[in-house]
């Protein structure tokens, strides 16, 4: 096999791009020439001022609340060393793979732009590591999001400098010095300076933002398509969704959602059959009627962070920094802009995750699904069908609700009262991960229940889908069973989930016509 390409890390912004390769497929990392040019010059700078009499924080003082302490040249490398394993102080459950691999690369390329004082062997050791995909153990609790993702990014130092724990791919521990040696890295002394630009940094909580925006991507597409199948199956009206309609409210999120759902329906003859006299309503209800405008919010604020983001990315993080052959003390670490857009996704997510879950129930009761039998069941009474899919999409919901209060309104101070304001960034970004799956399993669940629906009303009624819903029933049908006697639900909401996180729904949908956007 060809050996993968390496992603080039400079003294540029990593793209978002770039950062799933790494973070989720494993991708390698080396440093540009330009970056290693700029870790050279940025360490003469640390060599001089650490040679000299004046005090400069984290080159000759201690850190934080410890800022005025001196510390003596033949210290400065244990005080690096103690400075890692006092902060590696985590606990909890561990951290997912690729948001230590998205928070590892990160911090390389603040690393890259010069502005920390790095040597340049530790730079590199840093990118083996990370290529290596022996991924440090990092836990859920520890970072309060200022100064940075301070425990988090600490354990990953305690890996590199062969004293902490990792995971081979195969998920086998290592620990201590086991961990260089299957990276393949050289034993790492820590010289001054570099135990803070190791671990003072937003990475944790921009790794997760940017994981969690690749992923809204395709769940907002996999949401639209899980609408236009409800509208389908419930004989409503394409109506609200005209382009002109749409316009006169110019918000880009719903024109966008509102352009997936006219795609996804084009050519349904449930659609025009629902046109007759004898069908038609003059409006549906919200859940399906403002599909849009909600989906469409979500997407808004999608771009923002996305905007913000891409702010961050360029940016370098560290205290102190050194700029113009100067080390500064700084507050750039401050998690707030991150922190904030963390919680707006979570209350977007919350949202758009109840306005499907209406209309799941809706599809379930006979009084409002117009002509659909109780729960979509094969014999009512003896079966149950797909009620119970609605309570377990209600109680994630429920629980989308509480995950949607903002963490970045809560602070907490610390080390003495120094570090006396703090964002809470890294625990939006934790809630953040679980609204991300909550929602996925609250469109997976309409989309099980919508394609049962939509195999009752075709084989009752001879109605046709339109070729893109059709596609996605038969991608679906792969996997999970059609109408028929009940069954172990759990497996089919697991293969449902399994078909959105794999793509293949919007695969199918794209592949039968549907340009989603």
Known sequence: MAKTKPVYIGIGPVSEGDLVKVARHGQPVELADDAKKAIADARGTIDKLAAG?????????????????????????????????????????????????????????????????????????????????????????????????????????????????????????????????????????????????????????????????????????????????????????????????????????????????????????????????????????????CHPQVAGAVRNTLAHAREIAGYELASAIDNPVIAEGEVESNGNFHGAPVAYVLDFLAIGIADLASICERRTDRLLDKSRSHGLPPFLTYDAGVDSGGMITQYTSAGIVSELKRLAVPSSVDSIPSSAMQEDHVSMGWSGARKLRRSIDGLRRVIAIEILNAAKALDIRTGDEHRTPGPVTAAVVAELRKKVDGPGPDRFAHPEIAETVAALEEGRLVAAAKKAGAALV
């Open 53 to 289: 009499d004046t005090p400069v924080y984290g080159v000759s003082t201690g850190f934080g609340a410890l800022a005025t302490t001196h510390i003596p040249t033949e210290k400065r490398a244990e005080l690096q060393r103690r400075l890692i394993r006092s902060h590696a102080a985590g606990s909890g459950a561990e951290v997912e793979s690729e948001v230590v691999r998205a928070l590892m690369l990160l911090r390389l390329s603040t690393l890259a732009t010069g502005h920390t004082g790095i040597k340049l062997a530790t730079a590199e050791a840093y990118a083996k590591l990370l290529s290596s995909q022996v991924t440090p153990v990092v836990y859920e609790y520890g970072s309060l999001g200022c100064s940075g993702d301070l425990a988090p990014l600490a354990h990953c130092a305690l890996a590199l400098i062969g004293e902490g724990q990792a995971r081979k791919v195969d998920g086998t521990l290592l620990e201590g010095k086991a961990v260089l040696e299957a990276a393949g890295i050289d034993q790492i002394e820590l010289a001054e300076k570099e135990g803070l630009a190791l671990i003072n940094g937003t990475d944790g909580m921009l790794g997760t933002l940017v994981l969690a925006m690749a992923d809204l991507d395709e769940l907002l597409k996999e949401a639209d398509i899980a609408a236009a199948m409800t509208t389908e199956a419930l004989l409503g009206t394409d109506r609200p969704f005209d382009e002109n309609m749409i316009n006169l409210r110019p918000q880009p999120g719903q024109a966008l959602s509102a352009k997936n759902l006219r795609a996804v329906l084009k050519g349904s003859s449930i659609i025009e059959s629902a046109r007759g006299p004898q069908t038609y309503r003059v409006q549906d209800a919200y859940s399906i009627r």
